[in-house]
């Protein structure tokens, strides 16, 4: 049997079943390397910053799994699924890219090729800083949402007409599935979506199909000529560049409806383990999402946030935002931006709040950068049915990190009194 080293390619099956590649491992069969990942003695010790530093073709790359750091720069024209593939680890750990494609854990001929090409460990102090359990996403970070609006027909009473007098069968509209599929895709499949039908046929879902934006005709990027919005649902629902929807009692078959924007809890070791035995992310009901930058300071006034945004999923309404500087002692209500009027459980919009927030005795806007002394501004939102954040973002912690709505912390510096 033969393999290949592989950070992140799919491999050829055999007639055995087997993940077969051109090149051989002699004599390895069935054992692993003994020091596959391990410290290995007399070998220079690597800092991360190190490694990071040879992350780029044209100079020396370096990768490392577990505690051991390998330069595989002959390897990556080699690499059977391109060397854009294994670039990607570049500078940094195999080891994610692993747990993803796992024929690399389970194929005991690569220890043997991965150790040929070691040149030392990775300090065991920063190992085992960079080994605490983290998440597998993408750092979106709270500033991935936006705001506007957008017209277009309801749904509803689209497929209320296409089904003309026959109607929608009631199995559908009560216990069914609506999905959606755009013309983008991967190369192989397109992007698909789904949302239960009661969202779409309720006479407050207030699906559309969005055509115009801010009085505009919809932007290529934001899904022309048509996209399905869903408001107050996950944005991975809102298909862009829409080319079909369907009725169905099944919720879709897409890959990203199935294996992504998963909300995974603890139990998952890995984000892709059992992916589709969890419930996709819908309405975000109970979600407060509350962001604060600081806009300025003032010896006299105390530091000034301004227009910035809160909001919660599901059509509830933002009714107070509160800010805080001693770690969620003691709080102070948020002025609003403009309130939108009450619609019950059809809140889509977001709320805009400033804040002037008093300094602390012994901290004012004089002196030298020398003299600062850094403050924490803490924010929290409530909805109208009292739904508030976590404090903290461990309380919620699952294998994606996604639906991280704790406390908003801002850190600014303000000077010393002299």
């Known amino acids: 049997m033969a393999v290949a080293l592989l950070v992140g390619s799919a491999l050829t099956p055999c007639d055995s079943g087997t993940f077969c590649e051109e090149s051989a491992v002699e004599g390895v069969e069935g054992k692993w390397h003994p020091h596959f990942g391990e410290p290995v003695d007399g070998l220079k010790t690597y800092k991360i910053a190190q490694v990071a530093e040879h992350n780029k ?9 577990k505690q051991g750091v390998y330069d595989i720069t002959e390897f990556v024209a080699k690499h059977p699924g391109g060397k854009d593939k294994i670039l990607m680890a570049a500078g940094g750990a195999v080891d994610e890219f692993w747990r993803l494609y796992r024929q690399h854990l389970q194929l005991p001929e690569i220890s043997f090729m991965l150790e040929e090409m070691r040149i030392g460990n990775l300090d065991p102090e920063e190992y085992a800083q960079a080994n605490l359990e983290s998440v597998k996403s993408l750092g979106w970070n709270p500033g991935a949402i936006s705001n506007a609006i957008w017209t277009g027909p309801r749904l509803r009473e689209v ?22 599929w755009g013309r983008d895709g991967d190369g192989q499949h397109n992007y698909g979506a789904s949302v239960p039908a009661p969202k779409v046929f309720s006479d407050n879902g207030d699906v559309i199909l969005a055509l115009e934006m801010n009085g505009e005709p919809l932007p290529i990027d934001h899904g022309w000529p048509v996209r399905v919005l869903v408001p107050g649902s996950a944005g991975a629902r809102n298909v862009k560049w829409l080319s079909r929807v369907c ?7 897409s890959f990203w409806q199935k294996n992504d924007y998963k909300f995974l809890q603890v139990s998952f070791e890995h984000s892709e383990d059992n992916a589709e035995d969890a419930e996709a992310l819908q309405m975000i ?6 962001k604060g930058e600081v806009a300025g300071s003032n010896p006299g006034n105390g530091i000034l946030t301004r227009f910035m945004y809160a909001y919660s999923g599901g059509g509830r309404r933002v009714k107070e935002v509160d800010v805080s500087i001693d770690g969620g002692k003691t709080w102070s209500q948020a002025m609003m931006e403009g309130h939108p009027e009450v619609r019950h459980d059809r809140n889509w919009s977001w709320v805009l709040w400033s804040a002037v927030i008093s300094i602390p005795p012994g901290l004012i806007n004089v002196g030298t950068p020398e003299e600062e002394e850094e403050v924490e501004i803490i924010v929290r939102a409530f909805d109208d049915a009292n739904n508030t954040q976590p404090e903290r973002s461990a309380t919620i912690w699952n294998v994606r990190g996604l639906v991280n709505n704790s406390w908003h912390k801002v850190k600014v510096r303000v000077s010393r009194e002299m």
Do not use: I
């Open 57 to 65: 073709e044209g100079s020396t790359v370096w990768v490392t799994f």
């Open 159 to 180: 497929l209320q007409y296409v089904y003309g007098d026959m109607g929608v069968p009631d199995e559908v509209t009560t216990d069914g599935h609506v999905q959606f």
């Open 247 to 253: 009725l169905e009692l099944e919720e879709s078959p």
């Open 285 to 290: 009901r109970t979600s407060l999402y509350a």
